[in-house]
């Protein structure tokens, strides 16, 4: 069975470019476009890797990766963090708040998928 | 002492005066005219000496007065030939002023007008510089949400450029990757402007905190070195790295550092088309100096300052066509200034430049920071 991101992005195109990217090597994509919504989708989906952007509507890309480690049985699921760029310092928000690794935008697809397949090899 | 405000004259400022007047003068700012001496020195402009108020048939308060003022004395003061407030004496007796007492009062009265415009003066200044200030701020923040606002875009069109470039759509014809290649070389330029102005602009808003932790200098500059060795390869450039084995251990901001020194040695491969570039490191003093040297054309010492400045350079067509943003070197100064270092150029034109910057071994506070 083929392993399932759950991708929590408000931008259309950037949607588009992980939809295009994560299905071309076989992945299964899902999306949640708030960050409410992708705590929400990540209880109900259990996904295999959840890819985080930061700034998103109603609820933050740090909360909702604190809310989805602070769940006993979610907190397994590796999460990697969208930054925007790293001088804003929002890579020690990302750690502080728990992920499991960050890519700081843009990012390129390609280092992107390796990121994703040192968790999901 | 009364001020000017418009065209009234306002008591601000007593000594040894009866309760019952500070109240009543508070209480009626004075327009010129002849009812009071306040109202004549506003009207005539001029030294007002009257022995005997009570004896002054224009004098409108006579007969109210319980405790009555006898002799009264009133003194222009004036900034230029603008008349900015009264001075006013008074005795409950009548004794008139002696001409020298009154010299003393007109004096007094020219340097007080001094002093209070010294300090309106320096109330204006500073109320200009916190308005300057406040402007500054509203600019960097401008920029920081502006350059976020032009990176999302931008990261679409590399992102989409880059899948096609990698045959996620199917094969893309040679000609196509060409284009390509081209959308994403000038895509990461603008990126890098853009990245450059998001730096200066939270420096200047003082919203860039540096994350202190120890590292090893000599694990930073090998990094940079291997990040940079393809591009002076490329340039068939002989890049040498020398560290001594024994550097104590430094503490700051790894990743600012290994930034400033990624700058450093970018423009000396950049700039450089034959010789070598060396980047060294010694520790001294409490300090560790880190250099890079170049054999390039070297920085004439007109534009050696200017460098450092925002989207300057070197002002030669030399420079111009090697392109750049001009932020970087302004960005690495505030850097190396924000570790309480220092970061400054030896050249000549014709032979070379080196670029030095010091840091203390050990940064515990971000200067500029309690």
Redesign the interface.
């Known amino acids: 069975m083929s392993k399932r991101i759950l991708v929590v992005e408000d931008q259309e195109d950037n949607r588009q470019i992980l939809r295009d990217l994560l299905g071309s090597v076989g992945y299964e994509m899902t999306e949640a476009w708030d960050g409410e919504a992708g705590v929400a989708a990540a209880k109900e989906q259990r996904p295999d890797l959840i890819l985080m952007d930061i700034q998103l509507p109603l609820m933050d890309g740090y909360e909702a990766t604190r809310r989805i480690k602070a769940d006993p049985e979610l907190k397994k699921i590796p999460i990697i963090v969208v930054t925007s760029y790293a001088l804003s310092g929002d890579d020690g928000k990302a750690q502080a708040a728990g992920c499991d690794a960050y890519v700081t935008k843009p990012y390129s697809p390609r280092q992107l998928l390796a990121k994703i397949k040192e968790f999901l090899p | 002492m009364f001020r000017r405000d418009g065209d009234s004259y306002h008591g601000v400022a007593f000594y040894n005066t009866s309760p019952k007047i500070i109240d009543f003068v508070k209480r009626h700012p004075i327009k010129p005219g002849r009812h009071t001496i306040t109202a004549r020195v506003a009207l005539e402009r001029r030294t007002i000496h009257v022995a005997d108020l009570q004896a002054d048939p224009e004098y409108k308060y006579v007969r109210r007065d319980v405790d009555p003022i006898r002799t009264e004395l009133g003194v222009p003061m004036f900034r230029g030939n603008d008349l900015v407030g009264v001075n006013m004496l008074y005795k409950l007796v009548v004794q008139p002023f002696t001409d020298k007492q009154i010299e003393l009062v007109t004096t007094f009265a020219d340097q007080a007008v001094i002093a209070i415009e010294n300090v309106r003066l320096f109330e204006e200044i500073q109320e200009k510089s916190r308005q300057v200030e406040e402007a500054s701020k509203h600019k960097s923040q401008f920029l920081a949400n502006m350059?976020?606002e032009l990176?999302?875009?931008?990261?679409?069109i590399?992102?989409?450029a880059?899948?096609v470039l990698?045959g996620?759509?199917g094969d893309a014809p040679e000609k196509m990757r060409n284009v390509l290649e081209r959308i994403q070389t000038n895509g990461k330029h603008l990126?890098g402007l853009i990245?450059d102005v998001?730096?200066l602009s939270?420096i200047e808003a003082g919203?860039?905190?540096l994350?202190l932790n120890d590292y090893s200098i000599k694990d930073m500059m090998q990094g940079v070195y291997v990040a940079v060795e393809p591009l002076a390869g490329n340039k068939k450039l002989n890049f040498k790295l020398e560290v001594p084995p024994d550097l104590p251990a430094a503490r700051g901001d790894e990743?600012r550092l290994s930034q400033v020194l990624l700058n450093l040695v970018g423009n000396a491969i950049k700039f450089t088309d034959t010789g070598g570039v060396a980047m060294k490191a010694s520790a001294a003093n409490g300090s560790y100096t880190v250099a890079v040297a170049d054999t390039g054309p070297g920085i004439a010492e007109a534009d050696q300052a200017k460098i450092f400045e925002e989207f300057q350079q070197s002002d030669s067509t030399h420079t111009k066509a090697k392109g750049g943003t001009g932020l970087g070197l302004a960005i690495a100064k505030r850097i190396v200034e924000m570790h309480g270092g220092r970061l400054w150029v030896e050249s000549a034109l014709g032979s070379g430049s080196t670029f030095f910057f010091t840091v203390p071994l050990r940064v515990e506070h971000q200067a500029g920071k309690a």
């Open positions: 350059s976020h990176r999302t875009p931008l990261n679409a590399l992102g989409y880059e899948l990698d996620i759509y990126l990245n998001l730096d939270k919203q860039l905190v994350s990743r």
